[in-house]
C-alpha cells in the first residue's frame, strides 16, 4: 500500500466557491503529479512537480493551480469552482531515480453544483 | 511523442478462463511500461513494469505482461480470471530517451469476469 494520501475523498461545493484538494506522500518522491478523471474514463495530466518550488502545467489545460512548497505536499486549488470542474482528481507521486513506478492516492471525487 | 492505445474499450471473459488486455505503444526511443488496475472510487494500482530484459514480466495477483518490440505491445494477462479481477486497466508508456519522467495512459480497458 502507498503512502500517499488524498483529502477530501468526496466534495459538493456550490459553484464559485474556493477550494483546495490536499495531496500528501510521506515516502520523500521529489515528483508529484495531478491527474484528472472522468468516471471511468482516461487519466489526463493537469499537473506535475519535480521538487519544491518547482510547477509545471501538463497536458490538459486547467484553471486550477498548484503550489509545491514542501517535498511532501502538493495542494490544488480552484479558486472559482463551476460544474464543469466536476470530475475525480488524483494525485500520484514517484522517486528519482531509475524508471519508478508512480504512487497514487486514492482520489476525490468533486462535484460542483 | 509517446502514446498508448488500449484497443477494447471493454473484454468479457468466463471466470477460470484466461484473460488478455490489448496494449500498444509508440515512443521514438525505447519504452519503459506499465500496467495499472483500478477498482470503482479507488486510485490507481501499480501491476507491473518492463524496464529491460526478460520480455514476460510477472506481476502482482498472478498478472503477466509480455512486451513484444516487433509488435510494440505489451499486452496484459492472467491464465485463469477471477471474478474479483473485475476492474478497469490502464496501459501507460515512458520514453527512456526523453519526455521527461511523464507517464502517457491509454483510455483503459473495463475487465468483466463472469460466473
Known amino acids: 500500500e502507498a503512502d500517499i494520501y488524498q483529502t477530501p475523498r468526496y466534495l459538493v461545493i456550490g459553484t464559485g466557491k474556493k477550494i483546495t484538494l490536499e495531496c500528501s506522500q510521506t515516502m520523500g518522491h521529489d515528483k508529484m503529479y495531478w491527474y484528472q478523471q472522468d468516471p471511468g474514463m482516461e487519466l489526463h495530466l493537469i499537473h506535475y512537480s519535480y521538487g519544491v518550488n518547482s510547477t509545471e502545467k501538463g497536458d490538459l489545460s486547467s484553471e486550477s493551480t498548484v503550489s509545491r512548497i514542501r517535498t511532501e505536499h502538493f495542494p490544488l486549488t480552484l479558486e472559482s469552482a463551476r460544474p464543469s470542474h466536476t470530475s475525480q482528481y488524483l494525485c500520484?507521486?514517484?522517486?528519482?531515480?531509475?524508471?519508478?513506478?508512480?504512487?497514487f492516492g486514492p482520489g476525490t471525487r468533486l462535484t460542483v453544483l | 511523442a509517446q502514446s498508448v492505445a488500449q484497443p477494447e474499450d471493454q473484454v468479457n471473459v468466463a471466470e477460470g478462463n484466461p484473460l488478455t488486455v490489448k496494449c500498444t505503444y509508440s515512443?521514438?526511443?525505447?519504452?519503459?511500461l506499465f500496467w495499472y488496475v483500478q477498482y470503482p472510487n479507488r486510485g490507481l494500482q501499480f501491476l507491473l513494469k518492463?524496464?529491460?530484459?526478460?520480455?514476460l514480466v510477472k506481476g502482482s495477483y498472478g498478472f503477466e505482461a509480455e512486451f513484444n518490440k516487433s509488435q510494440t505491445s505489451f499486452h496484459l494477462k492472467k491464465p485463469s480470471a477471477l471474478v474479483s479481477d473485475s476492474a478497469l486497466y490502464f496501459c501507460a508508456v515512458r520514453d527512456k530517451g526523453g519526455g521527461g519522467n511523464k507517464l502517457t495512459f491509454g483510455t483503459g480497458t473495463q475487465l468483466k469476469v463472469e460466473l
Open positions: 500520484a507521486s514517484h522517486g528519482t531515480s531509475g524508471p519508478n513506478e508512480q504512487f
Open positions: 518492463y524496464i529491460t530484459g526478460d520480455n
Open positions: 515512443v521514438s526511443g525505447n519504452p519503459y
